[in-house]
């Protein structure tokens, strides 16, 4: 279970992430929000995580290589994920939000504070206070958390017929830490994330995200 954090959190507006356990339809949402935000007339960034600039699609891709597995230290992890996103807040996240855009991240620190604070079991208030770092000012003002049962989001999974990558080849007792450390993040931060139940008809939770989003920025 996640303790209280330590914390304050400052958020930047017009800063939105979607996030969830693989399979859970971050990336079916993001295109039906990107798409519905654009039809509005809102011109809007879209990112993903880990990556999104030359920089970080390299980490990404030392991140995920399935010939790692058992190799890399926790520790190098969780600075590799922090040192993915300091330079795409550099390069794409404060230049959009300085022009006005909406920017939605296909995961961003909170993925960290699940993945490597409950999944790898490292101390959370650490993972915490390296986002703070990491991030500064620039964290989104509101999360949306799809949350599914790990079974069902694995069924999908293999459904799909994707090959898993180092982090998805993980067992399920990994991913079912996952979803108590998002957990924990709406329990810590009510004002700035929000489950949703991604175990819905696509266009149920879509309305569901974009009723959310639009509460923020019409
Ligand atoms: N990671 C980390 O450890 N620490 C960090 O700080 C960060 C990331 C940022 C990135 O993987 C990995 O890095 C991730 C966490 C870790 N790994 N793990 N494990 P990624 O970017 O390659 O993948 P992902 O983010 O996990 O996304 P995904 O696997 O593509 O899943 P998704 O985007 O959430 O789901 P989807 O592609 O939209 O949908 C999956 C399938 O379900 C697909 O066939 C859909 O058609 C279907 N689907 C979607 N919605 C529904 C509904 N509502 N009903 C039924 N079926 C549905």
Redesign the pocket.
Known sequence: MGKMLNKTLQTRKHFFSLE??????????MDLLQKALEEKGFSCLRI????GSEISEKIRSL??DPCFKGLMADKT?LLL?NAA?AQIIEECIKPALDAQKIVLA????W??YA??GF?RNLDQQMVFDLSVITCGEFLPELTIV?DIDVSKSRE??V??G?VP?R??S?AASF?ERVRQGYISVVENFPQNAVLVN?????ET?HKQILELILSRIE
């Open positions: 969830g356990v693989d399979g859970s339809g971050k990336t079916t949402q993903r995580e880990p990556g991140l995920l992890e994920y996103r296909d995961r961003f620190a993925s960290t993945y490597q999944g799809l999908r999974m459904k799909e994707k990558d982090l998805e993980e991913f991604a175990d819905q008809s696509e939770i």
